[in-house]
């Protein structure tokens, strides 16, 4: 006669760094032989956790990207605004549409942070700080690396470098905040119900 013995922890539900994209393991009942007098221990338990290492690697791909891109955007909308209001008051809808994408796209690089934290901390120190730091110590070989960089368009840089001081700071403090905004959050286990 076997008999079966069901797992009683409840550690999984009471996990508070759970991350919602992770599924509940799978558990497995060891079986009990009468005949034997032994314990046949159970197979390990594949455990599916839904993304798993995958969130964080695809988290930081996406924030990555995301800033490069933002950071093209504003360089190629910053360039052409200046030229345009130079010329005239209003800069062309094309540049208002390419300095909206930058936005949200910096915006996307901080919603990876609901896949993984990872992302956009990572991309916040890599490509926020790092470059504020090479800004505010040494402003002149940062320009003389954004003139080596190929002509995508005319000036490619140039926007890059005459808001320098102000984008790295924002974009560093929006995506590092958001790596780091629910570290600190409480958690509040549901109530449990004995009947």
Avoid: K
């Amino acid at each position: 006669m076997a008999t079966e013995q069901t797992a009683t922890s409840d550690s999984w539900a009471d996990d508070a760094e759970r991350h919602p994209l992770d599924d509940e393991p799978t558990r497995t009942t060891p079986v009990v032989r009468d005949d034997a007098d032994a314990t046949e221990p159970a197979s390990p338990a594949r455990r599916r956790r839904g993304l798993g290492g995958n969130r964080h690697l695809s988290s930081i791909v996406l924030a990555f990207l995301a800033v490069v891109a933002g950071y093209g955007c504003v360089d190629y909308g910053y360039n052409r605004a200046m030229q345009a209001v130079g010329e005239s008051a209003q800069p062309p809808q094309r540049v208002l549409i390419v300095l909206g994408a930058a936005a949200g796209l910096f915006f996307l690089a901080a919603l990876t942070g609901r896949i993984s934290a990872l992302g956009p901390l990572l991309a916040g120190l890599v490509l926020g700080v790092g470059p504020l730091v090479w800004v505010m110590l040494d402003f002149a070989s940062f320009v003389d690396r954004l003139n080596d960089l190929p002509e995508f368009w005319d000036n490619t840089g140039f926007g890059l470098y005459a808001v320098a001081y102000a984008l790295f700071p924002a974009v560093a403090g929006l995506l590092v905040g958001t790596a780091v905004a629910g570290r600190w959050r409480r958690h509040h286990p549901a109530p449990t119900t004995t009947v």
